[in-house]
T-cell receptor
Framework: DTGVSQDPRHKITKRGQNVTFRCDPI?????LYWYRQTLGQGPEFLTY????????KSRLLSDRFSAERPKGSFSTLEIQRTEQGDSAMYLC?????????????FGPGTRLTVT | GQQLNQSPQSMFIQEGEDVSMNCTSS?????WLWYKQDPGEGPVLLIA?????ELTSNGRLTAQFGITRKDSFLNISASIPSDVGIYFC?????????FGQGTTLQVKP
């Protein structure tokens, strides 16, 4: 039983550098979500995909952020010109995307530190 | 926008005690989810509730969907040290989830 996986688990980068994170959802899950979580807060929605289509983006997702899910399987989240305020845990989740059930299953997250 | 408020913010209890926490919203939800998050890990789904008044158990955990559809409760019976973590409630909003700010639980052996 393979759950949602994320890579890398930790990333330390200097301000101004670009970073890319990968998420592999549970197989056959149609929906894939990205969230950001800062210390002491619950996860905050960034964007989500139904298969390869990006259906919604949060206002939190500035122009420096871009997400893709090219073949409807894995997804990447890229942050360009990182800023210290981008330091956070980036969580990926997936769900079957069918019916009316809303359960989402999360990966272990990527902890980003911008120095 | 929709917000979920969790209380208490943190709890420090003795092993073996029962725990109760709740989550309230200013607007109606048709689903409530409860997650647990360990340090450095992603949230793990504990219980999903889909019907007002519904009471659902998962081992020592019991959650209830409030009849007003604006609140939910999570109870943990006979707490053990591995119950330590942050408990989040969440509700759906056009597919995405809205999370509360979490209740941090610490258990003293």
């Amino acid at each position: 039983d393979t759950g949602v996986s994320q890579d890398p688990r930790h990333k330390i980068t200097k301000r101004g550098q670009n970073v890319t994170f990968r998420c592999d959802p549970i197989s056959e899950h149609n929906r894939l979500y990205w969230y950001r979580q800062t210390l002491g807060q619950g996860p905050e929605f960034l964007t989500y995909f139904q298969n390869e289509a990006q259906l919604e983006k949060s206002r939190l997702l500035s122009d420096r952020f871009s997400a893709e899910r090219p073949k409807g399987s894995f997804s990447t989240l890229e942050i360009q010109r990182t800023e210290q305020g981008d330091s956070a845990m980036y969580l990926c989740a997936s769900s079957p995307g069918t019916g009316i059930r809303y359960e989402q299953y999360f990966g272990p997250g990527t902890r980003l530190t911008v120095t | 926008g929709q917000q979920l408020n969790q209380s208490p913010q943190s709890m420090f209890i003795q092993e073996g005690e029962d725990v109760s926490m709740n989550c309230t919203s200013s607007s109606i939800f048709n689903t409530w989810l409860w997650y647990k998050q360990d340090p450095g890990e992603g949230p793990v789904l504990l219980i999903a509730l889909y019907k007002a008044g519904e009471l659902t158990s998962n081992g020592r955990l019991t959650a209830q969907f409030g009849i007003t559809r604006k609140d939910s409760f999570l109870n943990i019976s006979a707490s053990i040290p591995s119950d330590v973590g942050i408990y989040f409630c969440a509700g759906p909003n056009t597919g995405k989830l809205i999370f509360g700010q979490g209740t941090t639980l610490q258990v003293k052996p």
